[in-house]
């Protein structure tokens, strides 16, 4: 029975050593399988991350492209905006529309190809930089190949101020085929303007297509797992590991076997992907290995996305798994072997009983074999994917122990602080230690992690070459079982890039870009704090307003680069004028602000601006020019001239305006009576605005007569203004307002055609006729049309040229003598006649009579008035109808009011003259009724 029972025995020793080989070989096919699916699994997982990636950068091309549109044209409305801002009231409103359209031609933008785009509301082309010929005429009826009307869409997209139009058109270099693009336009209110800009998608795909290969190409999982990008047209688009490749087509790659492998991974990929075996070569070991990949087509690109990793690295993994379970199968054969020796030694009489029992716990441990393999391969699993994860991170990883000394960093960690990992491993993190933070900011740090468990921030660590960077910090505690703290791990990504960009753009936001000065929205915020202290403390503050004079001229005449000069220049003296706590601003244009917080008494604001104007009465240096420059300085004082920001800002503005009506160059304190003036003049511009609609201008004609013969032979039109409430204004009250708010360009147009209108009226009617004489101003003279304009004021109205004369000033001829020149010269061809008012009075030169082709001078009042008693008006006035006879010239005598003064002027020789003596001025129907009396 004894030998049954070890024949028994050693029967079952050889069966479960058999049985564990078995299982042995088996756990090695499972593990392989088991290995494989993971791996695959992890190439799926790969390539899925990568496709949503793909998808996504797709779906934001449109929105990217919109943002990119939006930036562009925001920054062409603020210069066409700044434009306007600065040159309302100075210039006429058909040359600011020229400079703001002038000011975007050039301006280019997306590599180049962008550029801006005007249209006004009724779909007439104001700019089109790349078809220029186009300018000025209508684009309302253009449609793309789909029949949408383009520019309907773009009047439709900026109906409520701004918005997005989509269409389609020609792309550069394709002249046959459409492609969708997208443009973003806005309103610009004052002058009936859509301004827009606009792009191609495809452009956009292209530009994200390229950065979307950049982070392809980065990937990297496993210890030498990369993506291969293929493009199903046959290129290799990325190729880590033969980077050489990269844009060459299949058929042109430099050996077979590399052609062989693309061609069966764009085979699969149109079969609809899947998994791959082939030799490819290894980028560290420099020969061809075994490679395992999956494959899988991304149609919305036109790409092949190719994971791999290399079946040589899997081979340590199965080593290791194998070395694992040969292990176990040699523990349990000796487990077998023990209890089978144990069993060999019982009795006969427990043998039955004794093999039973034996039997249940070889079951017991083959079960408990199984769970242990299972829960190894489960937490090896899981241990190379944590490992992954901590290496392949973008944040730097540090792990210490509970006495914060190193454990482990990353990969990441050393590229960001230039530490090695045996550099720190041992040390403590104080070592990265900037010393920007106090003792007390760590405390906190460390109170925080040890109550919550974590700790969070902003803070400021040093590189191994000793540069100071500021990073983003999270920290947390791990703890065992019992609560206690077993490890610290701290993640940190580099934020200097992020800094830098955020105190750019507040840069940026605050500074006039020009002058490297607060610009209004840093002004505003200073204003607010200043004011508010001065009300904490019950203290003053001031506001100081410069404009500088004529600074348009410099512009107009050296140009907007010798302009901006001299701005740069003026916003250097005055910041080393003031106190480092004062704050220098520019509004915009020529205007600048200083800020004078904590003022003892309004009287420091004037010892200030007396500096001002010393330190800015020094010629200025620009560009071989030596510029004299002044400014007209306005103060307004908190609490007296102002609550708040706004009303001190405008209150010094129209304190500006005053120094101004008083001379220039000085400095005037804004007072209320001042502030009356100013409201008064702004009503009196607003009404003029109105008037003419309202008809409430009209015209009297001052007669002017022959001094030999007194006979009736021509008329000067006089422009009045009868408000319905102030009743009539003079002109000395009202032209200046015209000239200064722009307005004088529609009066003098309006004027211009009442006068033609009437003389020929008064022709129809079968009168005499005569000449009417018209007053140009210089606003009107400067136009560069103004030829054209009388012209075709005298078409509409039927009046023959001759009957016309334009009267100028000497100011308006001295501006730009060569360019008057031909402006003259084209109103001569017109066949108008051509008066110089006011001669003597200003610059008179016989120059001008020279060079330009005059018909008439006009002898101006204030000479005409103390005749014939004042010696020296009487010496004038004989030299000056001397000078017009000798030049062959009329001479036209103003303000005749006595006989003597007639009697006088004729005896000179004077041709003509104009005065209360004979007539005053009179309305049109006066005068036909006094060319009555005069013969036909």
Known sequence: MLALVLVFTLGLGVYFTWQHIRDFEAGLADLERETLARQQSLLAAELDSSS????FVRSRTEAVL???????????????????????GRRPEAEIRRLASEALRPMRFFDGRGYFFIDDRAGNCVLLPISPEREGSSLLDNRDDTGHYIMRGLIEAAKDGQGYSRYRWYAPGNSREMADKIAYVRNFEPFGWIIGAGDYLSNMEQQLSQEALVRLRSVRFGKDGYLAVLHRDGRVLVSPSRPNSEGVEVAHLPSEAERRVVRQLLDLARQGGGVARYDWLHPERNQMSSKFSMVRAVDSWGWVLVAGVYLDDLDTVLKNGQSELAAGVRSHIVTTVLVLALAAAATFAFSLLFSRWLGRILHAYRDDIETRNAQLIENAQQLRLAAQVFESGNEGIVITDPSNRILTVNRAFSAITGYAADEVVGQNPSLFSSGRHSAEFYAAMWRELNERGTWAGEIWNRRKDGTPFPEWLNISAVKNDRGEVTHYIAAFSDITERKAAEAQVRHMAEYDALTNLPNRVLLQDRLGQAIAAAQRGGGRMALIFIDLDRFKNINDSLGHAIGDQVLCQVGARLADTVRASDTVSRLGGDEFV??????????????VAEKLLVALSQPLQADGHELAVTPSIGIAVFPEDGQDGSTLLKNAD?????????????????????????????????????????NELFLHYQPQFDLQTGELTGCEALVRWQHPEL????????????????????????????????????????????????????????????????????????????WLELELTESMLMEDGERHTTALADLKALGVGLALDDFGTGYSSLSYLKRFDLDTLKIDRSFVQSL??????????????????????????????TEAQRAFLAAQGCTLMQGFLLARPMAGAELAELLETVPA
């Not at 919109?66 to 309302?88: G, N, T, W």
């Not at 004078?596 to 010892?607: F, K």
């Not at 004027?751 to 009437?758: F, I, K, N, S, W």
């Not at 010696?871 to 001479?891: M, N, P, V, Y």
């Open 594 to 607: 200083v800020l004078l917080p904590e003022l003892d008494a309004p009287n420091q604001a004037a010892s």
């Open 654 to 694: 129209a304190a500006m305006y005053y120094a101004k009506d008083n001379g220039r160059n000085n400095f005037q304190f804004f007072t209320p009576e001042m502030n009356a003036r100013v409201s008064e003049r702004l009503a009196l511009e607003n009404n003029l605005r109105q008037a003419i609609a309202r």
């Open 52 to 55: 949503n990636y793909l998808e």
């Open 727 to 802: 009743g009539l204004i003079p002109p000395s009250r009202f032209i200046p307002v015209a000239e200064d708010s722009g307005l004088i360009l529609p009066l003098g147009h309006w004027v211009l055609r009442e006068a033609c209108r009437q003389a020929k009226a008064w022709q129809d009617a079968g009168l005499r006729p005569i000449p009417v004489a018209v007053n140009l101003s210089a606003v009107q003279f400067r136009q560069a049309r103004l030829a054209t304009m009388i012209a075709d004021v005298l078409a509409e109205s039927g009046l023959a040229p001759r």
């Open 66 to 88: 919109k943002e990119a549109l939006k930036a562009e044209v925001d920054q062409a409305y603020q210069v066409v905006e700044a434009i306007y801002r600065q040159e309302k």
């Open 868 to 897: 014939p008693d004042d010696s020296e008006d009487a010496a004038l006035t004989t030299a000056i109808i001397g000078i017009a006879r000798q030049f062959g010239l009329k001479t036209v005598a103003e303000g005749v009011e």
